[in-house]
T-cell receptor
Framework: DADVTQTPRNRITKTGKRIMLECSQT?????MYWYRQDPGLGLRLIYY???????NKGEISDGYSVSRQAQAKFSLSLESAIPNQTALYFC????FGLGGEETQYFGPGTRLLVL | AQTVTQSQPEMSVQEAETVTLSCTYD???????LFWYKQPPSRQMILVIR??????QNATENRFSVNFQKAAKSFSLKISDSQLGDTAMYFC???????????FGGGTRLMVKP
C-alpha cells in the first residue's frame, strides 16, 4: 500500500487564522487528492492534482487553496479559517493496477477544529 | 453529476453471522467503478473491494463480496463470518473511468457484537 502521511494529525485553530495541512507520499504516485469528511455526508472532494503542474477544483473548493510542491507533496490551505471548516481532512494518492484499474490510498486524516 | 446513497446509517450483526450493507447510485454513464471502503476507529480509509461496471461477475475478496445490479444501480456489500474487527464505518464510493475522483455515500456504521 501507498505510504501516505499527513501532518498535523489534529489541530485546533481560531476563526480568521491561516492554516496549512500537509500531505506526503513515498510511492511515486502522480495523482493526489484532498477530501473533507463531515458526519453523515461521507467524503467530499476539495481539490485534486494529476501531476505537479496540474491542479483542479473539486466539489467544495471555496475557502481552500492547494499547492503541489513536488510529486510527493500536496498541501491544503485554509486562508481564513471559519467554524464550518471543522472536519476531518483526508489526503489520498492513486496509481494504476496491472489491469488499468485505479485505486486510491488514503492518509490517516487530520482532524481540524476551528473555534 | 453522480450521487451515492447508503440508506442504512447503522447496522449491527452477531459475530460469525452474515450482514449485507446497501448502496445505490445514480449516473448516466455506462463505464465506471464502484468501491467499498472501511473506516475503523483509527480513521484510516481502507479499500475493501472494487467492482468494474463492465464486469458482470461480482467481485469477491475473502469474506467480502458484492451484489452488483447494474440495471438497478445497486451495489451491496456482503460480509460473511463477521468478525469483531469488522466493526467500522463502511463507505460506498463511485468513480468514472477518467480521473477517478471518488463520490462517496454517507456511510453505514457497522457494529459486530460478540
Amino acid at each position: 500500500d501507498a505510504d501516505v502521511t499527513q501532518t498535523p494529525r489534529n489541530r485546533i485553530t481560531k476563526t480568521g487564522k491561516r492554516i496549512m495541512l500537509e500531505c506526503s507520499q513515498t510511492k511515486g504516485h502522480d495523482r493526489m487528492y484532498w477530501y473533507r469528511q463531515d458526519p453523515g455526508l461521507g467524503l467530499r472532494l476539495i481539490y485534486y492534482s494529476f501531476d505537479v503542474k496540474d491542479i483542479n477544483k473539486g466539489e467544495i473548493s471555496d475557502g481552500y487553496s492547494v499547492s503541489r510542491q513536488a510529486q510527493a507533496k500536496f498541501s491544503l490551505s485554509l486562508e481564513s479559517a471559519i467554524p464550518n471548516q471543522t472536519a476531518l481532512y483526508f489526503c489520498a494518492t492513486s496509481d494504476f493496477g496491472l489491469g488499468g484499474e485505479e485505486t486510491q490510498y488514503f492518509g490517516p486524516g487530520t482532524r481540524l477544529l476551528v473555534l | 453529476a453522480q450521487t451515492v446513497t447508503q440508506s442504512q446509517p447503522e447496522m449491527s450483526v452477531q459475530e460469525a453471522e452474515t450482514v449485507t450493507l446497501s448502496c445505490t447510485y445514480d449516473t448516466s454513464e455506462s463505464n465506471y467503478y464502484l468501491f467499498w471502503y472501511k473506516q475503523p476507529p483509527s480513521r484510516q480509509m481502507i479499500l475493501v473491494i472494487r467492482q468494474e461496471a463492465y464486469k458482470q461477475q461480482n467481485a469477491t475478496e475473502n469474506r467480502f463480496s458484492v451484489n452488483f445490479q447494474k440495471a438497478a444501480k445497486s451495489f451491496s456489500l456482503k460480509i460473511s463470518d463477521s468478525q469483531l474487527g469488522d466493526t467500522a464505518m463502511y463507505f460506498c464510493a463511485f468513480a468514472l473511468n477518467a480521473g477517478n475522483m471518488l463520490t462517496f455515500g454517507g456511510g453505514t456504521r457497522l457494529m459486530v457484537k460478540p
